[in-house]
């Protein structure tokens, strides 16, 4: 692993408090980890900074390999653009890897965001126990840090099965070039450290907004006994968190994500990365990356409504594919939310109406700068956790009245589903239209082992009718497009070349 990443962050830990409940990082890189961690107000800041990876990792990066790579969203091929680019090597499962590794640089940012997470983590959680301070908000910090770190991990697991498990702040050469852990032994440091965040955080209606609490801890843990298999302790804790009376299904679907400057953290949010639209740098630009292009500002103003529209030529990712849109039954309300159409004039395509994600194009006042929250967890997420949990213990009845919740809010009949098998497929399904493009589709295929029935059909069908996938006349996918179907990407190539293990 790059020592660089890891060490520098020790250096640039200083950070300013929160305003108005938004987890604000300001550095002062003049400070060390030597003269700065003396405080409460120093390990506040310091927490601060390490949420602020998250809103690279879900403005640039979680789409890209979690939804784009998966049977729920293409990219739309402009032929002008001359050569494959790493994002739609993504979208094709043509990753190019060679004995473990891959130069793709969205692999690359994603690991260097989650390692710099875990390593201001790490620079919290090997101090703040020696400083003295109130012993609450000491316990709700280092849950804090906890979870952050447990979660980091937790995408990395996912994303490269072994990794190098840090749990100490990087001080040498030698300490930044670790040996891949087993996968195995990473889950259990992130079982480790989610138990513990889940009893020191305080519960939703406790915690300052935006940050981690104990549901959401628990959210995490029971997700990684779900990939685990182990259904009895899932269950359990989602069963808590129902119980625990701190969240709710929102009525309408629509109102489960948050506008650009409102409704942010609501009843049915567990854990969201926090934005800001505005010039202090806390901003997103999701949705502009993820339009279908070339737009013109007079097309795009009635999806984002700024005051400043501009046309935008890139190429186009994350477009929802027939398939996810064939996926809602008739008459689900969340197809509506969810995707939407804009005919694009300049298009190269005979059928220039093209879908788009609609739940994350909210109205805005500046062109390229975003304040909607990203959904981690959601209480409807919850829900479909316990009732999958239940079903695979054998308890589909117990499991049904879950389900049945959240497909009420989404205007469908309850399911048909009575056995084991029958209620694993409709849970299955659910997720995928009711967690469209919150970047859990690929995860969830590659947890029940169907990378296989699902993902070659999908290849197939994308090479028999391109112009069904967006190309232009002429265009069709590259020779090599899904022939990587690996249920892990490689390891960075750059951080390959600077250790000997790996």
Request: glycine share 4%.
């Amino acid at each position: 692993m790059r020592k660089k990443i890891i060490i520098a962050c020790i250096a640039t830990m200083a950070f300013s408090s929160c305003q108005d409940k938004f987890l604000t990082v300001t550095p002062q890189t003049s400070l060390s980890s030597d003269t700065f961690f003396k405080t409460q107000t120093d390990f506040e800041q310091a927490v601060n900074a390490t949420y602020a990876p998250l809103r690279s990792i879900f403005n640039d990066r979680a789409w890209k390999l979690g939804e784009l790579h998966s049977d729920n969203a293409y990219y739309a091929r402009n032929p002008l653009y001359g050569a494959v680019d790493p994002t739609e090597n993504i979208a094709d499962f043509a990753v190019p890897t060679a004995n473990g590794v891959t130069a793709n640089d969205n692999v690359l940012q994603q690991w260097r965001q989650d390692y710099l997470i875990i390593s201001r983590a790490n620079q919290i959680l090997v101090l703040i126990d020696d400083v003295d301070f109130d012993a609450a908000i000491k316990a709700n910090l280092k849950g804090q840090a906890l979870f952050l770190r447990a979660f980091a991990y937790f995408e990395l697991a996912r994303y490269f099965g072994s990794v190098p498990l840090h749990l100490v702040p990087v001080t040498n050469r030698e300490e930044a070039a670790l040996p891949l852990s087993k996968v195995e032994d990473v889950y259990a440091q992130i079982e480790k450290d989610a138990k513990e965040a889940s009893t020191s955080l305080l519960s939703k209606s406790k915690q300052e907004e935006g940050r981690a609490t104990s549901g959401a801890a628990k959210t995490l843990l029971a997700n990684l006994y779900i990939v685990q298999k182990k259904w009895a302790d899932a269950a359990t804790l989602m069963a808590d968190v129902v119980k625990s009376g701190e969240y709710s299904l929102m009525p309408n679907y629509d109102d489960a994500f948050s506008g650009n400057a409102t409704n942010k953290n609501n009843a049915e949010s567990v854990f969201e990365v926090q934005y800001m639209e505005g010039s202090a740098g806390y901003n997103g630009n999701l949705i502009y990356q993820i339009l279908p292009s070339p737009i013109t500002a007079e097309e795009l103003v009635p999806i984002t409504g700024t005051n400043n529209p501009q046309s935008t030529s890139q190429e186009s990712n994350d477009i929802p594919t027939p398939d996810i849109i064939a996926a809602y039954e008739p008459g689900d309300k969340r197809k509506d939310v969810s995707i939407g159409y804009v005919t694009l004039s300049q298009s190269l395509r005979a059928n220039k109406v093209y879908p788009y994600i609609k739940k994350f194009a909210r109205k805005h006042t500046q062109h390229g700068n975003t304040g909607q929250n990203f959904p981690v967890y959601r209480y409807a997420e919850v829900l479909l956790f316990l009732a999958e949990s239940l079903n695979e213990q054998g308890k589909p009845a117990e499991a049904i009245p879950y389900l049945n919740m959240v497909r009420k809010r989404a205007g469908l009949a309850a399911t048909k589903a009575v056995s084991q098998a029958d209620l694993r497929e409709a849970i299955f399904k659910e997720r995928r239209v009711e967690l469209a493009f919150e970047n859990k589709r690929w995860f969830d295929i590659v947890r029940t082992g169907r990378i296989q029935e699902i993902i070659v059909p999908y290849g197939q069908r994308v090479k028999s009718n391109p112009a069904a996938y967006y190309f232009p006349a002429g265009s069709v996918p590259p020779g090599n497009a899904f022939t990587i179907l690996d249920p892990y990407y490689g390891l960075p190539a750059v951080e390959s070349a600077l250790t000997p293990n790996f």
